[in-house]
């Protein structure tokens, strides 16, 4: 089994910044594909950013293109989201979420992974 624990969530004026950290257990994460959903009140839960694990591939959705950095260390088995030049319209719940397989392309479908976080909130002022 493996368990998601997000950190880094809050309460941020526009243009602001935040990073959010996601620790994942288990033993052969080199393989997995992690990425980051969000749902804001009254929305269906929505693709962000996702990141494989073994080669680093990225993938953003256009909101946050040029914005937002999905990153990793592999060490210590966690993912991080860099979020620059936040919006009022970027205010969520952030959820981590995991599956063992590579995804690739796939990665921009919540049905596609297996384990996810508990979610982390982020609200952005203006």
């Known amino acids: 089994q493996v368990q998601l624990v997000e950190s880094g969530g809050g309460l941020v004026q526009a243009g602001g910044s935040l990073r959010l950290s996601c620790a994942a257990s288990g033993r052969t994460f080199a393989t997995f594909t992690m990425g980051w959903f969000r749902q804001a009140p009254g929305k269906e839960r929505e693709f962000t950013a996702a990141?494989?694990?073994?080669?680093?591939?990225?993938y953003y959705t256009d909101s946050v293109k040029g914005r937002f950095t999905i990153s990793r260390d592999n060490a210590k088995n966690t993912v991080y989201l860099q979020m620059n030049s936040l919006k009022p319209e970027d205010t969520a719940v952030y959820y981590c979420a995991a599956t063992r397989k590579y995804l690739g392309s796939n990665a921009y479908f919540p049905q596609n992974y297996d384990y996810w976080g508990q979610g982390t909130q982020v609200t952005v002022s203006s």
């Open positions: 990141i494989t694990m073994r080669d680093g591939n990225t």
